[in-house]
């Protein structure tokens, strides 16, 4: 019997683990769930995988659960050292680190320095600090699973001997593929005036609302670059992105003999969830198999960067190394925030964290007060300019 915690289980992935979870209730036993404010839904969630802990974000929230799970006996916190309790207690095993953004770096932490099987979807928290995070998944001997599609992908197509021996694997190329996101053929002019709904509405994968307006301003495949230099200790040459429109390739790697290995199937995050928990087992996620016989013509071509500026900002930070990254995701997150609240327009998204990349120094990422230093700079620099150009 495996025992879970997930963090951020009322998000998009906290969701779909559930669904795989319900599957297989022989093989696995939720330890505890987390949520920030939905607290009815978590309260449905308790009622029907009877967790021994469930955390939200504030007292009041605490309070509300208590009140909405009388007469369970769901031990209810609330706060980061409750998150980073549940990620490291001796009572799981697996931790899913599926809360969005910097918040989930702490419980992700303590579930590395513990140990724990991690199944990675937040991949803010490695981009902000890479270095310190494989360091401690290291020393600690936890196990770190991709959840990202992609990563998942590069994780199947590579071979098992690749942590092992990186060199010795014959790896040529990570193709890192894209969507495109909604605005991959929109008239580039029109992009300042889209709104947070036209941006969220993701062709191909249903998500939560940050991440979907990553996707569509392609900081998400930014991100994603830096996710799989840190995973899988490739330079930033190493790392290309493709669009591929369909999804229906996942990622591919290519091999110094000419082979291109990759992984397919419909897009739908059960199935990696399903990979990593059972890993290297499988077991059933719901997902339909892929109808290769249905399926239209796949597409490939190379990224338009002048469309998406903010995969250059990325590659940009990840090759000035140090605490560059923290810096770009911290921008990101108030940019895309202030988006959503419709108090900036879309393309002011790459120009704030162009700003703040431009006009703030990064350091060395030597331990996780700095990277906390930088993103706590980056966000109140983010905020400023943010400000001067809000609507409202
Ligand atoms: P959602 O917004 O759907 O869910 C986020 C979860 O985190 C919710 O449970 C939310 O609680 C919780 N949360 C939000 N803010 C905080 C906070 N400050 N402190 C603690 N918990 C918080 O996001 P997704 O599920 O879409 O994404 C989760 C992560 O997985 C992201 O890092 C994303 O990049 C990554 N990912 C997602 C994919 C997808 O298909 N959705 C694909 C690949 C990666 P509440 O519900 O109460 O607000
Ligand atoms: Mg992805």
């Not at 995050?269 to 990979?275: S, Y």
Request: charged share 20%; with cysteine; glycine share 6%.
């Amino acid at each position: 019997m495996q025992r879970i915690t997930i963090l951020g289980a009322t998000g998009s992935i906290g969701v779909s683990t559930l669904d795989v979870l319900a599957r297989h209730p022989e093989q696995y036993q939720v330890y505890a769930l987390s949520a920030h404010s939905r607290v009815a839904e978590l309260a449905v969630q308790c009622r029907q995988f009877r967790p021994q802990r469930a955390v939200v974000g504030t007292p009041e929230a605490a309070a509300e659960l208590t009140r909405l799970l009388a007469g369970l006996p769901v031990d209810v916190s609330y706060g980061e050292a409750a998150l980073c309790e549940i990620a490291a207690s001796p009572d799981t095993d697996t931790v899913m680190a599926a809360i969005v953004g910097a918040a989930g770096l702490a419980p992700t932490l303590a579930a590395a320095r513990t140990g724990k099987k991690i199944l990675l979807a937040n991949k803010e928290a490695l981009v902000m600090s890479g270095q310190l995070f494989m360091d401690a998944v290291r020393e600690h001997k936890a196990t770190l699973l991709p959840i990202d599609s992609e990563h998942n992908a590069i994780f199947q197509s590579l071979p098992a001997h690749y942590g092992r021996a990186p060199e010795a694997a014959g790896v040529a190329k990570i193709l890192l593929t894209a969507s495109g996101g909604p605005f991959l053929n929109r008239a580039v002019e029109t992009l300042e005036s889209v709104t947070p709904a036209e941006a969220c509405k993701h062709p191909n994968w249903s998500m939560g609302r940050k991440i979907s307006v990553d996707s569509a301003t392609m900081m998400n495949k930014g991100l994603e670059v830096i996710e799989a230099h840190w995973l899988f200790g490739a330079p930033a040459d190493q790392i290309e992105v493709v669009i591929h429109p369909q999804s229906v390739i996942h990622s591919m790697v290519s091999y110094v003999d000419g082979s291109v290995l990759a992984q397919l199937g419909n897009p739908d995050m059960r199935t990696p969830i399903a990979h990593a928990l059972a890993y290297p087992e499988r077991i059933a996620s719901g997902v339909a198999q892929l109808d290769l016989t249905s399926m239209s013509a796949l597409h490939f071509h190379q990224p338009d960067y002048a469309r998406f500026p903010c995969l250059a900002l990325a590659f940009d930070a990840l090759r000035a190394g140090g605490t560059a990254p923290a810096l770009l995701n911290a921008a990101n997150e108030i940019a895309v925030e202030a988006f959503l609240e419709e108090r900036i327009g879309f393309r002011d998204i790459d120009r704030v964290v162009r700003r703040v990349m431009d006009e703030n120094e990064h350091g060395a990422a030597s331990d996780i007060a700095a990277v906390m230093a930088q993103d706590a700079r980056a966000r109140a620099a983010a905020s400023g300019i943010v400000a001067t150009i809000a609507r409202n």
